[in-house]
């Protein structure tokens, strides 16, 4: 899965850069997921039905022919919300200290892209508005960028990279020292897809269960030492 941040300081275009670049790649036949992140909530119509559910449920799923969401009332883990966007292609709003995944930098002046960890940009694009947007061959060269260089880690810190974040692995990759298969919670011992998506595993955890695993199985008839494949049917 391919995947960028879009981050920025307020008003300096991230939305029009966001709506830009996934236009193109919708026009391109990808399923793109979007993120968006914000410190203030999401402002809603007030007085709507979901809205009024919303205030004082855990969660709301609402669907129709041309909609569906779930919509939960605290934080969830970023971890737990990517699985759900069936995506080829991530773009994330805001979210600077998520350090899993390369970015774009919209630069409103010359040096205020310090804070947002310039190590981790694909590309710095200077400020833009929706009058004053980007230009189709500007999106191009960025939308090939993400396609060329995106990418997402599991973020779990877990350090078996050697690396104590996952944001300084990323940095690595990003200047071309390293490279995604070095994560060892995504290309470890063991590989789980839950739907047909994979889960990170920490490898400490992944080294537990395929122990416990093939010592369990190795006590079977027939048992082979070699790769396991397992799959466990918990739906209808
Ligand atoms: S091994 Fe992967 S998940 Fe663990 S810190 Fe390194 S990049 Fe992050």
């Known amino acids: 899965m391919k995947a960028v941040a879009i981050v920025g300081k307020k008003k300096s275009g991230k939305t029009t850069l966001g709506l830009a670049l996934v236009q193109y790649f919708t026009d391109k036949g990808l399923k793109v997921g979007v993120i968006k992140h914000s410190h203030h909530g999401f402002d809603e119509e007030e007085g709507t039905d979901t809205q009024q559910y919303k205030q004082i449920a855990t969660s709301v799923a609402a669907y129709s022919p041309s909609q569906s969401f779930v919509s939960w009332s605290k934080e969830k883990p970023l971890q737990d919300l990517i699985p759900l966007l069936d995506a080829d292609v991530i773009v994330m709003e805001g979210g600077n200290k998520i350090g899993w995944m390369p970015r774009i930098i919209t630069v409103r002046e010359d040096d205020d892209d310090k804070e947002f960890f310039p190590e981790l940009a694909l590309a710095q694009i200077p400020a833009c508005t929706k009058d004053n947007p980007p230009s189709s061959e500007e999106i191009e060269r960025l939308a090939k960028l993400v396609m060329e260089k995106g990418f997402l880690l599991p973020g779990l810190n877990c350090g078996a990279c050697g690396r ?10 990003n200047a071309g020292k390293a ?6 919670s995504t290309f ?11 889960l990170a595993l920490n490898p400490f955890v992944a080294d537990m269960l395929s122990a416990g695993i093939s010592g369990m199985l190795s006590q079977l008839k027939g048992y082979v030492p070699g790769d396991l494949k397992i799959t466990i049917k918990t739906g209808s």
């Open 164 to 173: 104590e974040f996952c944001r300084d692995f990323a940095a690595d990759i």
């Open 179 to 184: 490279t995604l298969n070095g994560c060892k």
């Open 188 to 198: 470890g011992k063991m590989d789980v897809t839950c739907n047909d998506m994979p």
